[in-house]
């Protein structure tokens, strides 16, 4: 975990705190941060192996760094940038997120279509050909607009259900755009689960100005079949479509939040022998977050363990092999059999002095006071203030607003 060319570090979390919202969109008061003091950097052709028990706090980094959840924009850099205000970012492909949600394609009800005025005038709902990621995990919706004319040379990633094309500075050019509702609203009264016959190579030929031979490359290490339809492929068959996708801009960094769960064997074996080869040929970045060991004891080039929210160890993979001479999966389990020890222990000993053996959580609840005050205990938790419209890069763009939002 070195230092990137020219010594800036491809990805660098500091002291980073974060506690998810309350009911009202901001951290419930007095609630303890669900991730902090962490921090970590990586360097380019890394390969991150990001482990912990259920509940550490993985998938919540991962998200964090792939601009998802708002924090700090000192507090994760990617090549010294904020994934969460640049959106250009993820938008670019330099950094790409693929997380564990399964792929169903699905024809959109009724969308919060009056809030959509690109170009000045409605899009009306039958225009919007929709390709969506539904995320089994939360509900929420990602929506892709296909691009059909120029892209505006910063495409938007909005998290708003409030969002407005026209408070975008390229609205007139905006014909692709990435809208990620909330679930709130994506289910306010929207029927979106009607799964829709599309092929496999529908899906990936939709994905604009991609390498044709990188295209090839990935249907054939993901021994994809062109023909398959959606609607009818198997858990795995749709896995490796949505990873295929996911791969198919030369990433800068991946994040990978647990994609593997329904690839077989093969499948899994040949994809992360592509994403070292990604790491060591390109440079790119990996943070990988799995249970699963299988042909990982030389994958990683680094692994973090992380409990509680909080780093635990960051080390070269070389390092956690001469601590240990147990395979990797035997050494992880022996620090989260540790972990889990001395959880039971500390449990144990609040029980015996009376305390209730787990700490109660703190409820969300809705924050009043002066919105001075209120600012003040948002950043204390991790968050930057935001607006209510759109997430414009810009820092003041983010004062004061009840925009805590989550990009999903
Ligand atoms: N949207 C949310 N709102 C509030 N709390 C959340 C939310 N998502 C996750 N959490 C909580 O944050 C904690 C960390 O969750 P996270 O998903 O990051 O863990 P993880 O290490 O990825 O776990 P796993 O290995 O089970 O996937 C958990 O206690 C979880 O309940």
């Known amino acids: 975990m070195t230092s990137g060319a020219g010594g800036v570090p491809v990805v660098e979390i500091k002291n980073l705190r974060f506690t998810y919202p309350g009911i009202d969109g901001h951290p419930p008061p007095g609630s303890t941060p669900l991730i902090d003091e962490f921090s970590l950097s990586l360097a380019a052709g890394e390969r991150c192996l990001l482990v912990g028990s259920n509940g550490a ?217 592509y994403l070292k080869k990604e790491c060591e040929e390109r440079g790119a970045t990996i943070i990988y977050a799995t249970h699963i060991f299988d042909g990982l004891e030389d994958w990683p080039t680094h692994v973090v363990y992380v409990a509680h929210g909080k780093l635990q160890l960051a080390l070269p993979l070389e390092k956690v092999k001469q601590m240990s001479n147990l395979s990797l999966m035997r050494t992880v389990e022996s620090w989260l059999r540790k972990e889990r020890d001395e959880d039971r222990r500390r449990r144990k000993e609040r029980k015996e002095s009376g305390l209730p053996e787990f700490e109660k959580p703190v409820k969300g609840s809705r924050v009043t006071g002066d919105p001075a005050r209120i600012a003040i205990r948002v950043m204390n938790n991790g968050w930057a203030a935001g607006r209510l419209n759109s997430t414009v890069a810009g820092e003041e763009n983010f004062f004061l607003s009840s925009n805590r939002v989550l990009r999903q």
């Open 57 to 273: 706090g993985k998938t919540t980094i991962l998200k964090i760094l792939g601009g998802k959840h708002m924090v700090e924009p000192e507090m994760v850099q990617i090549f010294g940038r904020s994934a969460f205000h640049d959106t250009a970012l993820t938008s670019s492909g330099d950094l790409s997120y693929l997380g564990g949600e399964k792929v169903i394609t699905l024809t959109l009800g009724v969308p919060p279509l009056p809030t959509l005025r690109p170009c000045g005038r409605k899009i009306k709902h039958g225009l919007i050909r929709t390709q969506l990621l539904a995320f089994s995990s939360n509900l929420s919706l990602r929506l892709l607009v296909p691009q059909k004319r120029r892209a505006p040379p910063h495409l938007p990633a909005y998290s708003s259900a409030t969002l407005r094309l026209s408070d975008t500075p390229s609205a007139s050019a905006l014909f692709r755009v990435v809208l990620l509702w909330r679930r709130e609203v994506a289910f306010a009264g929207f029927e979106v689960s009607i799964q829709m016959d599309i092929s496999a190579e529908k899906m990936i030929n939709g994905v604009s100005g991609i390498e044709p031979n990188r295209r090839d490359e990935l249907i054939k290490v993901l021994d994809i079949d062109l023909s398959w339809r959606m609607h009818k492929a198997s858990d795995g068959q749709r896995r490796r479509v949505q990873i295929c996708m996911g791969l198919l801009k030369p990433f800068k960094v991946l994040l990978l939040d647990e994609i593997t769960v329904d690839l077989d064997v093969l499948a899994r074996a040949d994809l992360l022998r």
